[in-house]
């Protein structure tokens, strides 16, 4: 049973075809590598599956439940959680701050959550320490190095306890020492059942990582399987050295 | 009939001067990304320029563009190196505050040397007027029209066949690529904020024969012309002409059909209208912001 | 951690005395040109704490609050005439139902204004404070017009007439900086900053942007109407360009940006210390309109050379001397 179903998706930005028919499916509880080509459409899929642009035709199941049209609070609420490509945090708010902003609520009722506010506090402060970035807690989101706000971001979107987690490059722009935490940390957090989905360029990244890999190109599936069947899969060499 | 179809005609004559107004400010919109809640003020202030070459010196309105258009250039430049330039954090919202302090600065000017009375610039041809069909036209409107399309067609041909105003079109676009490629952007927006201040010199000459003023008058003209570039779409200068030849036309029809005292309040409610269909305006991109 | 502790204690004392003084003010100098000056310049620390949860936490800034300080006084002046309240102290009873009106039409105007992001939103409020002036002067039959609307008169007399308005806008200074601190604490008021920060990125962690904008759009609409009504009944009489008046909003609004915005304490400080300025510039050169010109360059000199607002610039400066101070914590260091 897969935790996250796209079928049929597509979307065009005037003339550009970005999104394709393009069809997935995510299994639970695995990390799955969404790899491709630049402009193969990664980013749009992401940005179609949380809700931040309206998809032209398909349909989006999570957990069994239809969520497309849904805005990107409404899909983080049901249980999915997303980074940005160049990290997002909130550069005014200190980073326990920014790990304090998530909610899993809707609408109004997200206005009184806040009951639990020093569980969530201890909560929070164990996810630095869990990232090794305690040492900043007080610091403003805008003064930390960029490590650092890759880092705050994971943990910020796992704060309220996403099922399912898209990560946008989680391996970009990163020094090599950093990439080993955040894969082990990655890996920790997966263990504790939380399923990824990973854009990624850095192909050994994904490689040590993924337990299987989707290949899109031109805004559709072309493989997928276990990382080591894909990378020789002729569509795939095709798709990397003929775009 | 006859009296809508004139409000009609009236309302595309007016609409000109609007779009010309309006044009200013989505410009200055486009190349800075600030609103200059002072354009109103600088207009009013035009027409009072206006006013005192005409009562002191005889000098035509029209003609007296020659001194203030040119005045009104530098003094947008000086404005906006003075007060826009330094704003390094928090443009947007600081822009706002600069700008309503100049309006309010140049309100208290003009108060000064001329209190509150309301002034009008008169001259032949806002009495004198022509036939069409079953009613008359009053010259100045066509007069003022027309000067509006020149400088408007003035401003598009910069735009379109200068390398200078490709250069703005492209700090429109996008400031920081603008910036990267080499364009000098601070310049740029220095000139753009003297050519909206030129503009609405412009614009005051003829608002001041049309009008009565005084110099709290701008409140209410900003409010029209903010409306009309947000229906136009920000930055959109073709939004902008349209939506103020259509919003002045539908204004002097509402005066003739319910009320006048009634005219202004269609701003609102077709604002109102317009931003829940399409809250980017008519002719504004979708702004997708960082995504 | 004692120094943290420390650090609050001074903070209640302190508060505890500031309130305890503009408690027992009236007592130490009754004369109605101070207690008049005190009226004004509490009301507008009550203003601009309310116009601070909008534009300081949300970062969407309204440039027609006027709007709801007129709305309510118009509000308030209504309900006393069509229920023929007498003056007195009854009056006050129905500045609280004064604010719920003027709540009621924030929600209709947030609906739709904030459908747009900061530029857009800006003039919008700007367009709805003129149209609510328009509406005030031609719905006579209603409003009065242009001839005004009047309260019941107050039956207090000398020195004594200012001081219910006084404990009026007293009370309600407080309650908007209690509600502001509240939300300041609360994960709401979090959801707020987050919006301000990064509107998409708040959008993505969860944040509910559009209940949440226009939640503190409403509250702070309410508070500014529940003073507009209160200012009406002091005023006693009331017209459309003198209570929908552009500058009491940018008023409301420089003030925020002089003490710090989005900090709970800069408007407070913002108020008072502008709030009498423009007081003494109005009284002195009101009469020649030379005071506008004086107050806009108070404000461009204070963008200029403060943009950042009094309270988080002198932080600053507090911040560095520490960062300066030589090895004071150097066994802290991580």
């Known amino acids: 049973m897969s935790l996250l179903q796209v079928d049929h998706l597509s979307k065009r930005f005037g003339g550009v075809v970005a999104v394709d028919d393009c069809t997935l499916s995510i299994p639970a509880g695995g990390i799955t590598g969404l790899i491709g080509p630049n402009g193969s459409g990664k980013t749009t899929i992401f940005n179609l599956i949380t809700g931040f642009i309206a998809m032209d035709e398909g349909r989006i199941t999570f957990k069994s439940e239809l969520i497309d049209g849904l805005g990107p609070d409404r899909v983080y609420e049901r249980g999915i959680g997303r980074t940005f490509q160049l990290a997002r945090i909130f550069p005014r708010l200190t980073a326990l701050e920014n790990l304090l902003v998530p909610v899993r609520r809707s609408g109004l009722r997200a206005l009184f959550s806040g009951a639990g506010w020093s569980d969530e506090r201890s909560k929070a402060m164990e996810m630095l320490e869990f990232l090794e970035i305690s040492q900043v807690a007080g610091a403003l989101g805008g003064s930390l190095s960029y490590g650092q706000r890759k880092l705050l971001e994971l943990g910020a979107v796992m704060m309220a306890g996403p099922e399912l987690v898209l990560l946008d490059e989680p391996a970009g722009g990163v020094n090599p020492a950093l990439l080993e935490r955040i894969a082990d940390r990655l890996r920790t957090l997966n263990s504790r059942g939380t399923t990824f989905l990973i854009v990624e360029h850095n192909m050994s990244f994904v490689m040590n990582l993924c337990s299987e890999v989707i290949v899109v190109h031109r805004g559709r599936q072309i493989a997928s399987g276990k990382p080591d069947a894909v990378r020789s899969d002729p569509a795939v060499l095709d798709a990397y050295l003929g775009a | ?291 | 951690m004692n120094r943290l502790r420390d650090k609050r204690v001074l903070m209640a004392v302190g508060l505890v005395a500031v309130l305890t003084l503009t408690l027992v003010l009236p007592a130490i100098s009754p004369e109605s040109a101070t207690t008049n000056m005190a009226v004004f310049t509490l009301m507008y620390v009550g203003l601009a704490t309310a116009w601070n949860i909008m534009g300081g936490y949300t970062g969407y800034i309204s440039l027609g609050h006027a709007g709801f300080f007129g709305f309510g006084a118009y509000a308030l002046g209504l309900l006393l005439a069509r229920l023929s309240i007498a003056g007195g102290y009854a009056p006050f009873l129905f500045v609280p139902v004064a604010g719920l009106l003027t709540g009621l039409m924030a929600a209709g105007v947030g609906w739709f204004a904030l459908r747009t992001r900061a530029a857009t939103f800006v003039i919008v409020t700007i367009a709805f404070m003129f149209m609510l002036q328009l509406l005030a002067e031609n719905l006579t039959s209603l409003t009065g017009g242009g001839a005004g609307l009047g309260f019941p008169n107050p039956p207090w007399r000398g020195d004594f007439f200012n001081i219910p308005f006084y404990y009026a806008m007293l009370a309600l200074a407080v309650l908007g900086l209690a509600v502001s601190w509240s939300i300041r604490r609360s994960k709401f008021g979090l959801g707020l900053l987050a919006i301000r920060d990064d509107e998409d990125k708040a959008l993505a962690v969860g944040v509910p942007a559009r209940a949440f904008k226009l939640t503190a759009f409403v509250i702070s609409a309410t508070l500014v109407g529940m003073i507009g009504s209160v200012y009406g009944y002091y005023v006693t009489f009331i017209y459309p360009q003198f209570v929908v008046d552009p500058l009491i909003g940018i008023s409301m609004v420089l003030m925020v940006f002089l003490g710090g915005l989005g900090t709970l304490w800069g408007p407070v400080l913002g108020a008072v210390i502008l709030e009498p300025a423009q007081l003494w510039l109005a009284y002195n050169y009101g009469a020649s309109r030379l005071y506008l010109v004086l107050y806009s360059a108070v404000f461009l000199l204070v963008i200029l050379l403060m943009p950042r607002g009094i309270i988080p610039s002198v932080r600053d400066l507090i911040a560095e001397r520490r960062a300066s101070a030589p090895a004071a914590r150097a066994g802290a260091a991580p």
């Open chain 2, 1 to 291: 009939m006859t009296l809508v179809l004139e409000a009609a005609v009236l309302g595309i004559l007016t609409g000109g001067v609007y779009a010309l107004m309006a044009s200013g400010l989505t410009l200055i919109f486009g190349v800075m990304r600030i609103i200059n809640v002072g354009h109103g003020a600088l207009v009013i202030l035009g027409a009072y320029l206006s006013f005192v070459l005409w009562r002191n010196l005889s000098i035509d309105p029209f003609v007296s563009l020659v001194v203030t258009m040119p005045v009104m250039f530098v003094l947008g430049v000086i404005l906006q190196v003075v007060f826009i330039r330094p704003l390094k954090t928090d443009r947007e919202a600081l822009s706002v505050l600069v700008t309503y302090s100049i309006a309010l600065g140049i309100e208290g000017l003009l108060g000064y040397f001329f209190s509150s009375n309301y002034l009008q610039i008169t001259a032949w041809y806002d009495t004198a007027s022509f036939p069409i069909g079953d009613f008359r036209i009053t010259y100045v409107y066509i007069y003022g029209f027309l000067l509006c399309l020149a400088i408007l067609g003035a401003i598009f041909l910069m735009l379109y066949r200068t390398t200078f105003g490709g250069a703005i079109r492209a700090t429109m676009l996008n400031r920081t690529a603008a910036q990267l490629v080499g364009i000098d952007v601070d310049r740029v927006s220095a000139i753009a904020f003297g050519i909206g201040m030129a503009t609405a010199a412009a614009g005051g000459v003829v608002f001041g024969i049309t009008n009565t003023f005084n110099p709290g008058s701008h409140y209410d003209l900003i409010s029209r012309l903010l409306t009309i570039i947000v229906l136009g779409g920000l930055g959109s200068l073709r939004g902008a002409i349209i939506a103020a030849l259509v919003m002045l036309v539908i204004e002097d029809i509402t005066a003739v059909v319910i009320s006048p005292v009634w005219a202004s309040f269609v701003f609102f409610v077709i604002l109102v209208a317009v931003l829940l269909v399409r809250p980017q305006g008519l002719f504004g991109l979708r702004v997708r912001e960082r995504l």
